[in-house]
């Protein structure tokens, strides 16, 4: 079982940019893909992004890509999600989560308890 703790979320305006952090513990970092989601109020919970567990190969939802940028480092066992542009439909609770294995073809299997982010027009 791997726990998460997320951190870095907060207010920001318009065009804004914030770095999210997600710090895990419980196995072997470098073993397995991690993941951003989000959650608006309302709405359901949605994929983000997701990086591998070298950090080599990543992925982006359509909505997110060319502003958004996940990266990790297995030397700290901490995976990030850099938002350069954030919009006010960007506002959510994002969530870190952490695949089985080390490609994120599968549902995750861990969540963090996520992190709030406003942005403001």
């Known amino acids: 079982q791997v726990q998460l703790v997320e951190s870095g979320g907060g207010s920001v305006q318009d065009g804004g940019s914030l770095r999210l952090s997600c710090a895990a513990s419980?196995?072997?970092?470098?073993?397995?893909?991690l993941g951003w989601f989000r959650q608006a109020p309302g709405k359901e919970r949605e994929f983000i992004a997701a990086?591998?567990?070298?950090?080599?190969?990543?992925r982006y939802a359509d909505s997110v890509k060319g502003r958004f940028t996940i990266s990790r480092d297995n030397a700290k066992s901490t995976v990030y999600l850099q938002m350069n542009g954030l919009k006010p439909q960007d506002t959510a609770v994002y969530f870190c989560?952490?695949?089985?294995?080390?490609?994120?073809?599968?549902?995750?299997?861990?969540w963090g308890q996520g992190t709030q982010v406003t942005v403001s027009s």
């Open positions: 990086v591998s567990y070298g950090g080599s190969s990543t």
């Open positions: 419980g196995r072997t970092f470098s073993s397995y893909a």
């Open positions: 989560a952490a695949y089985d294995g080390p490609w994120y073809g599968s549902d995750p299997r861990s």
